[in-house]
């Protein structure tokens, strides 16, 4: 009998679903099978079922309602040097056989071409036995008439705040995965985990211009924890109260200023503009922190960390346990103190940079095979309360939320804010909409001179994207900083 | 084959029926997929996915129910329609909910090549490998971060309640390549580019990575750029982003209903600059969008959606049609694993009059903007953002790269404001589409 993990805490526990479990140990049993008539150097073999809901109502209509089941194997092989991948749809002997022997076929064409082979795989704790992600009710046990009950409630809400709030919208959505994982090299492996998500989106009209609200919350773990830091109302009353903030704010003319970013907005830099360029594949081919470990890059007070665990609160989305290599996640400091510290590996990479694989290979369905890929990405918290950092501002901005944008690989970042408050002598004033802070993000998290202590994780909602999806998560503390505002 | 995809999906419609539901459509897509992947210079894996899925649509007194799955097993796929079918019980009523009728069509040509069908793992990774030549010959200091060649074969059914059954085979190739330069301890920024077709013979890889890498080399040593109020020449991909994409938006008749679209209320009315025609067109031979039937089985045409600047048509699906008692224009979109949306097929600007050295040669100064990142509002309209690989312009001459420059300003506004269109045009994924030419926008150097 092998022991149940639970996400952040060792138990034994009983699979809630004891018929899912059973298939689950048969179908280790199956890809053993598969990977014994593999001849290759390395391989390993996927199975993931993923059970998905999506709700979206807009103003008071269901737009849309979809159920989902998928599952299938994903097939890996390294032989002479290089990789092969196949996935199928099935898990007959046949198909999966199929699916192997196409895997191994592609191995062996692209070595004939790889300039550099893959020498070896670094070396790995490597993962054995069920892993299950702790939930406060579980997502099964809420039917989907409640969850679309929730999502028509959280809408009608943001309506019926004010008479100036034109159009709303909400969306929930639902991520439950099960994984069966085996290597040729000792992994083995089942992982159960859920991740939901809610957002709302509140929109006025001022004259002829929308102004648009929000508010979203992403999680790993169950309906509780989705709303353990504000349930569905308090969710549509921030996204229509900023949404009637906005209406009456002004647009602001672009300049370098100092600002105080939120927690989201932390995250996202931390993850887009920092995170990215410490991909070990990206490193590889030219990132600007490649020849700086050891070497300061931003200011001592940043250290910044991607887990796959969620420190200082629980619950963050892009948490897991174990990785789609079969390497068990910790916490991975890139930038201690302002100095680069590490970057983020799988065990191909780790190999060539000769470090400890970081648990960072990640692959969103079956029919992808694992990158490299950030989970969740943070700024360690100061000692400044969030009070007390805008009273010493004399003059910037308090910035909150992201709405969009991208990150260079040389770390240049554009995003969009959602709201920015003026700060005067200590105390915030009008407040602006439209605005875009630019910049180098080494160049501006070099500027941080304050980090407050009030940590959240705030970019669990919605995906990273790389060729193929992630759920990750990002936060911090707020920080002050210096960068570049565009208004209009 | 296709008569088994089709079969199964007309199999369910009639189990559907007999579960409770009044009308029930099915979609199924079958296919298969090959792509060779480069990662920094080198190969990096090919890999191939064979798969199905089935999405599974009820209304039971008009109340929607959708559920799907990545299988034709019949087992499986009977739990999946069962659970639309309850679904569909808990869901609220809407009386637009109704599926379209079975209307006379016939087939669009070009969405099937057999080239693209025939081609072996070898073949498709001799194309990737290719891109990287042609991008790595043009300069060693180029970096090729990753870049993707792909070739897909898969074939589409359709069946609903009301006696529409409709399938069609196609084929695509997709390829994309992202690069940079380095050269001792500077890293350029990075950039990218996409496309793809229907036919293997358009595949035009090789010069895609060639001017990506071109671009990138000028792009090493960028200038700053002190702030002024200039023209902008936006390139097609610039454009796209800028300029179509909001008009897409607002030609929406989901987001004209929902009243965040700023055309509501202005067909026939003046939305862009005198010279401006756009068309969408899902049945343009060889149309990368192109197909016989759209998302709910009801046939693609050509549809002018702005001509001479004025607004003409509001792009339906059958739920926006009933809710503005029109027909839909077959505009539903999606994949099988959601309900259908609105979406354009292949979207094309009509050539202007002018060479783009002539658009060039026109500007006092401005700024000649590759690629756009940032935000655009497409419900208000404003932007603002980084004009990306983006070259100075004095005194009718096209000069270096600038770096982080922004622009702002308000997209509708711009529609009205274009000045010049060229007659080069350029095929991207489904856009094809000219420089424009905008006098009088606010540039702000870093």
Known sequence: ?488 | MQADILSLCSHLVRKGLSYGADEIEVFSVSQRSMDAGIENNDVKLEKANTGSSVGIRVFRNRSLGFACANTLDRERLDRTLRNAVSISRNSPRDDNNSLPGARQSSPVGGTYDDTIEALDEGQLLERALRMLGAAKGVDDRIVVESARFEALVGEKALANSSGLERSERFTAIYYDVTAHAVEGPLVSAADYRVNGHRFLEEDDSERTSRELARSIVRALHPKKLESFKGALILSPIASMELLVSPVLFSVDSNNVQKGISKFKGMIGQRVASPSIDIYDDGTRPRGLSSSSFDREGVPHRRLAIVKGGMLSAFLYDQYTANKDSTESTGHASGSPRSVPSIDATNISVEEGDRSLQDLISSVTRGLFVQRFSGRVDPVSGDMSGVAKMSREIVSGTIGDVVRETMISGNVYDMLLRIDGISRDRERILDFELPYFKIEDISITGG
């Open chain 1, 1 to 488: 009998m092998i022991g149940l993990t639970i996400f952040g805490s060792v138990q034994t526990k009983q699979i809630r679903d004891s018929r899912l479990g059973l298939y689950l140990m048969r179908m280790l049993d199956s890809l053993h099978r598969l990977l014994g008539r593999i001849s290759c150097d390395y391989a390993d073999a996927r199975y993931q079922r993923r059970e998905s809901i999506v709700i979206s109502v807009a103003k008071g209509e269901l737009e849309e309602v979809v159920s989902s089941e998928t599952s299938g194997v994903g097939v890996r092989v390294l032989k002479n040097g290089s990789w092969g991948f196949a996935s199928v749809n099935s898990t007959s002997d046949e198909d999966l056989k199929k699916a192997a022997e196409s895997a191994e076929r592609a191995a062996l064409l692209t070595s004939e071409s790889r300039r550099k082979r893959i020498e070896g795989l670094a070396e790995a704790r490597l993962a054995k036995g069920r892993f299950e992600s702790e939930a406060r009710q579980p997502l099964s046990d809420i039917t989907i008439e409640e969850k679309m009950k929730m999502v028509f409630e959280t809408e009608k809400r943001m309506r019926e705040r004010s008479a100036d709030i034109v159009s709303a919208s909400c969306s929930y959505a639902e991520l439950i995965d099960r994984k069966a994982f085996v290597s040729t090299d000792g992994a083995e492996f089942e992982l159960h985990s859920s991740k939901p998500s809610i957002r709302a989106v509140a929109v006025c009209m001022s004259g002829s211009e929308s102004v648009v609200g929000m508010d979203a919350i992403g999680v790993t773990g169950g309906w509780g924890d989705l709303f353990a830091k504000r349930d569905n109302i308090a969710i549509a009353d921030r996204a229509a109260a900023q949404a009637m903030r906005l209406l009456s704010a002004s647009h602001m003319k672009g300049s370098r200023e100092t600002v105080i970013l939120n927690p989201g907005l932390v995250g996202l830099i931390s993850h887009e503009a920092i995170g990215h360029t410490v991909e070990a594949d990206l490193v590889k081919s030219g990132s600007p922190v490649s020849d700086k470990i050891g070497k300061k890059v931003v200011s001592d007070l940043v250290t910044l960390v991607d887990s796959g665990h969620s420190e200082h609160r629980p619950g963050a989305a892009g948490t897991l346990p174990v990785d789609d290599e079969g390497v068990v996640t910790k916490k991975t400091t890139i930038i201690e103190k302002g100095i680069v510290k590490g970057f983020l590996f799988d065990r191909e990479n780790a190999f060539i940079f000769g470090r400890e694989p970081t648990g960072n290979a990640r692959a969103f369905e079956y029919t992808d095979e694992p990158i490299v890929r950030m989970r969740n990405t943070y700024i360690e918290p100061g000692d400044w309360k969030l009070d007390e950092l805008i009273e010493d501002t004399k003059r910037g901005y308090l910035l909150t939320g992201a709405l969009n944008g991208e990150a260079d690989s040389d770390a240049e970042f554009m995003f969009a804010v959602q709201e920015a408050r003026e700060i005067k002598d200590g105390e915030l004033g009008e407040t602006y909409r439209g605005v875009v802070i630019s910049g180098n993000a080494f160049e501006v998290l070099s500027t941080v001179d304050a980090i407050s202590d009030d940590f959240e994780w705030d970019m669990g909602f919605g995906h990273c994207g790389k060729g193929q999806l992630a759920k990750v998560d990002g936060g911090g503390g707020h920080i002050r900083c210096k960068a570049l505002l565009g208004g209009r």
